[in-house]
């Protein structure tokens, strides 16, 4: 991790260790918070982000794709997704070129989720179509 990294999380904290940011923390494509995440995702984050996925699915589901599922069912789908997102295999591979598009190179992760996450998976990409990306770069 990056010194400017390292200081950013230093000051914030407090506030980053909430269950919604470490949820976006975990989705940003920037390459240096990429690999931060494929280094420091614990257990306890893991359950953070399991904790976020049953709140925006508990009923009624707006996710139509997973409505009639368990929520065990949908984290599982959740961590293979996100599987395939941090190592960007299928359906993420055929966008590897794209992972640099200016949507995302200019801090607008949110839209580039919205065009190559939400319509390839069940859980990852209505997670960020309902999360607050857009504050998050």
């Known amino acids: 991790m990056s010194q400017a990294v ?7 904290s407090d506030q980053l260790e909430r269950e919604y940011a470490i949820t976006v ?4 494509l920037v390459p240096e ?3 931060d995440v494929l ?5 306890d984050m893991m359950e953070k982000i399991e904790t ?6 508990t009923p009624p589901c707006l996710n139509t794709k997973v409505a009639n ?14 599987h395939h997102f941090q190592n960007q295999t299928v359906p993420f591979a055929k966008f590897k070129g794209r992972f640099s598009m200016p949507d ?8 580039w989720h919205q065009l190559y996450s939400l319509p390839y998976t069940k859980v990852l990409g209505f997670l960020l179509a309902v999360l607050p990306l857009s504050n998050w770069g």
């Open 69 to 82: 599922e368990s929520n065990l069912v949908i984290i599982d789908y959740f961590w293979k997704e996100f």
């Open 39 to 43: 280094e420091s995702l614990t257990g």
């Open 104 to 111: 995302n190179v200019n801090g607008n992760a949110f839209v």
């Open 33 to 35: 918070i990429c690999n």
């Open 25 to 28: 923390w975990a989705l940003l």
């Open 52 to 57: 976020v996925i049953v709140k925006l699915h």
């Open 6 to 12: 390292y200081m950013s999380w230093y000051h914030h």
